[in-house]
């Protein structure tokens, strides 16, 4: 099989101003991915498909992955000037110098939602090619392209990762919840979800249990206190 | 009004046979609970396997699986109850005439298990419907299922048809129909029932 390398060359070739990344592996697997903009992902992904010497025609796995927001902490020289006051002078009298300075300043990177889909091929008998696409943020702009007119298979998964994350699929011919209920308003495998409070009973409670149920205590135990 | 045993077995050397009203009305309820026909996850392998001839619960007379809550007399909830399963699970029980009985089977049945801290399981099936048999294990080996049913039996042949603690089909006050949760935008509404499950008190 083509290495990604040449996956990516060949898709550029094909399907001409597409934003195609290789995000690197480092583990012993070194299982490279590449990194596709939503804007043409259905037609590489047909282009996969449909390619002869790829035909990947086996989508066996969508999945989702959440990255919170980052704080990134630099530490920057920065110079600025500063009144001292004057060796041997009269008190009072300064004068201004020069000083260098470290300072630490910090940014935000945004986070986002990425779904990752593993291909095979049965024709060809290889594979995998892992294909990942990243939403612009993970509030109001989680929202992707849809690929199960090109993979029928990713019909329920994406409906999981509908469910699941939050992700929006566009062109996906029933975006309903899969695991949960319609009524449920969370997504419970974002890292920011919080689950309901019913740590009421833990008899052996541990970690991060312990701390709920003593927190849920606290909470009961100050509700039942006010009136 | 019991009979001595003693008389009893006496009488029974005699030919003659003596019992009571209670005695016989319990041998027959206990003798042939029917459960309901359904299971919720891999504790349902294991509950399949106690009807097979290995374990044989035909032995208790419960072999008959019914299809429908309205013909059965126990319900086995064999295996983990997720939070989208629970209304439909109380419902059935609504729907089984009285006499009725739950055996709660498995640690996620009477717990939630090893998913007990997940957003999706419901922490034990007793927080909406009375549990008569609790069974741990993971799942409970097909004997520790009979156990139950030997368990269960016992606590039929204790009932008195008067009295406090009757069954409830002779109880005109007991409560017949159990409050279905509702879907709610984070959970289920309520979360438990508090007319049947109040948070145990826990000794350190």
Redesign the interface.
């Known amino acids: 099989m083509k290495t990604v390398e040449e996956i990516r060359a060949a898709i550029l070739a094909a399907v001409p101003g597409a934003a195609v990344t290789v995000l690197p592996n480092a583990s012993p697997s070194a299982q490279q991915s590449l990194l596709i903009g939503a804007e043409h992902a259905t037609a590489i992904a047909k282009f996969l498909r449909d390619d002869e010497e790829l035909a990947l025609d086996f989508l066996s796995n969508v999945t989702g992955v959440d990255w919170l927001d980052k704080e990134i902490a630099e530490k920057v020289k920065v110079t600025r000037q500063v009144a001292k006051p004057v060796e041997g002078g009269e008190p009072g009298q300064v004068q201004m110098m020069d000083e260098t300075v470290e300072e630490t300043r910090k940014h935000v990177e945004p986070g986002y939602l990425e779904v990752v889909y593993h291909l095979f091929s049965v024709a060809k008998k290889h594979g995998p090619v892992v294909l990942r696409m990243r939403t612009a943020n993970r509030t109001d702009k989680a929202e992707l392209p849809s690929l199960t007119p090109v993979w029928r298979s990713a019909e329920f998964q994406e409906r999981e990762v509908f469910d699941l994350f939050g992700i929006v699929f566009k062109g996906h011919p029933d975006l309903r919840r899969i695991l949960m209920w319609d009524e449920f308003k969370d997504f419970p495998m974002r890292r920011d979800y919080v689950e309901p409070d019913d740590f009421e009973y833990e008899p052996t409670p541990h970690d991060e249990v312990l701390k709920r149920a003593q927190a849920h205590r606290a909470h009961v135990g100050a509700a039942e206190a006010k009136p | 009004m019991a009979v001595d045993q003693n008389l009893k077995i006496e009488l029974g050397k005699q030919g003659i046979v003596v019992t009571t009203l209670e005695e016989l009305y319990n041998w027959g309820r206990r003798s042939s609970i029917w459960p309901m026909q359904f299971g919720l996850a891999c504790c349902a392998i294991e509950m399949i396997a106690t009807t097979m001839a290995r374990y044989d619960l035909a032995r208790f007379g419960s072999e008959v699986f019914r299809p429908s809550p309205r013909q059965a007399d126990m319900m086995i909830i064999s295996g983990t109850v997720t939070?989208?399963m629970a209304p439909q699970v109380v419902r059935l029980y609504n729907q089984m005439a009285e006499p009725r009985y739950v055996i709660a089977m498995g640690a996620c049945a009477i717990s939630g298990g090893p998913f007990k801290?997940g957003?999706?399981v419901l922490?034990g099936i007793d927080r909406y419907i009375p549990v008569d048999v609790h069974i741990p294990g993971c799942p409970p080996r097909p004997e520790a299922l009979i156990q139950a049913f030997m368990t269960l039996q016992k606590k039929i042949d204790g009932q008195s048809l008067t009295g406090e603690d009757r069954p409830r089909h002779l109880d005109k006050d007991a409560q017949g129909e159990f409050p279905v949760p509702e879907?709610?935008?984070?959970?289920l509404e309520p979360?438990s029932n508090k007319g049947v499950w109040t948070?145990?008190t826990?000794i350190k």
């Open positions: 939070k989208k801290q957003y999706n922490k879907f709610g935008e984070h959970d979360a948070v145990p826990i």
